[in-house]
């Protein structure tokens, strides 16, 4: 049976783009295009990101929609079929209008980023990347553009975890233009922009990182009920935290630590703040001062027993990757041994 690309047809003709203008910005012959639709070839590696660019999408995003689907079936998306029962007692099936569909579709992208961030923060990120991938088309189906940038930028946190901090920067590119065409009064652009910061401190980029961090800052602008459900809880109390966490990272304790202490005074959940205190210990060791890194990786070990939190237990066990100049101190290997006792991170 013929196989053809339904979406990347749909996609393209959703953004106003003929074939020909599609071939004249990616520098190839208008019948190359034709073919890809067709499914009769695949684009090429080296054009892929110029494709995913056009496509105002990532390249993960683009693989999916370059997925070949049998001619005469229909392509998968979120439309379920509704069953209702006629006066008759019959069952009858019916497609949903376009409002039910977006909706059911707003509803599977919310609940997809939940189960995400519980498989995240038990530190199973293939099960938390597959969530936030179908997230992401769920929310794109829907075009639920909050939804989906908050998907894509959840994608990315991975990328932050696992240390792939210059692969995480176009995904959430992707994410601060989508975020951009949300809904103004919600916290999406400035947390989609935290998440950049930490990007950029990753790479060493002190500029770029302040300026995604005064972008984040200015959440503070907005008012009333700036979040919305579980997929998005950035508010003012936010910044001091994200500021301190990124200029940790770029080995700046000067910068830090008010910004760390600040945030250590807010009404931080446990995973927060033992975030915080892990990153204030992390200064300790900056400033090699053993009495500072004990007292706070003390209290961050202690919340990370008691909670489970996955996520303290990560960072905790980065802090510990750095101890070693401080071996000679019985306290701190023992701190190390606490550490090493946590519960392993599934593979």
Same mark, same amino acid.
């Given at each position: 049976?013929? +196989? ?5 047809a ?6 106003? !783009?003929s ?23 695949? #684009? ?7 494709l ?5 999408? %990532?390249?993960?995003e ?24 006629? #006066? ?7 497609? *949903?209008t ?6 059911? !579709? ?12 519980? $498989? ?7 099960d ?14 829907? %075009? ?5 940038a !908050?998907?894509l930028?959840?994608?990315? $946190? ?6 792939r ?9 992707a ?17 989609? +922009? ?27 602008s ?16 936010? *910044?001091?935290e994200?500021?301190?966490?990124c ?10 630590e ?8 807010? #009404? ?7 975030s ?12 090699? /001062? ?8 003390g209290e961050a ?5 008691? %909670? ?20 000679? /101190? ?6 190390s041994?606490?550490?090493? %006792?946590? *519960?392993?991170? #599934?593979?």
């Amino acid at each position: 049976m013929k +196989a053809t690309r339904p979406h990347l047809a749909r996609r393209r003709k959703a953004l106003g !783009c003929s074939q020909d203008g599609f071939a004249e910005a990616l520098d190839v012959d208008r019948s190359t295009v034709s073919r890809w639709e067709r499914g009769d070839s695949e #684009p090429q590696p080296h054009i892929r990101p110029r494709l995913a660019r056009l496509l105002k999408l %990532s390249v993960v995003e683009l693989d999916g929609l370059l997925e070949l689907h049998p001619t005469g079936a229909a392509p998968a998306t979120c439309e379920p079929q509704i069953a209702i029962i006629a #006066p008759t007692g019959s069952a009858v099936s019916r497609a *949903p209008t376009e409002t039910q569909r977006r909706r059911l !579709c707003e509803t599977t992208a919310d609940l997809l980023q939940l189960a995400g961030e519980i $498989f995240f923060d038990g530190n199973r990120y293939t099960d938390a990347a597959q969530c936030y991938a179908l997230a992401v088309s769920a929310a794109r189906e829907a %075009s639920a553009y909050d939804l989906w940038a !908050c998907a894509l930028a959840r994608h990315a $946190f991975i990328g932050l975890y696992e240390r792939r901090f210059a692969t995480t920067v176009p995904m959430l590119k992707a994410a601060s233009e989508l975020a951009g065409h949300g809904n103004r009064e919600l916290s999406t652009r400035h947390w989609v +922009a935290a998440v950049q910061a930490q990007a950029f401190a990753g790479l060493g980029d002190l500029d770029s990182c302040n300026r995604a961090l005064d972008l984040a800052g200015q959440v503070h602008s907005l008012a009333g009920q700036v979040h919305n459900g579980g997929w998005l809880r950035f508010d003012g109390s936010r *910044p001091a935290e994200e500021r301190g966490t990124c200029y940790t990272r770029l080995g700046r304790p000067d910068l830090a630590e008010g910004a760390l202490v600040e945030a250590l005074d807010q #009404p931080l959940s446990a995973r927060r703040r033992g975030s915080v205190l892990t990153d204030l210990a992390i200064l300790g060791i900056q400033q090699k /001062d053993s009495d500072r890194l004990l007292s706070y990786a003390g209290e961050a070990l202690l919340l990370a027993q008691q %909670s489970g939190s996955g996520y303290v237990g990560r960072k905790l066990r980065e802090l510990q990757g750095r101890l070693e100049p401080f071996g000679a /101190d019985r306290r701190i290997s023992a701190l190390s041994s606490q550490i090493a %006792s946590l *519960p392993a991170i #599934p593979t």
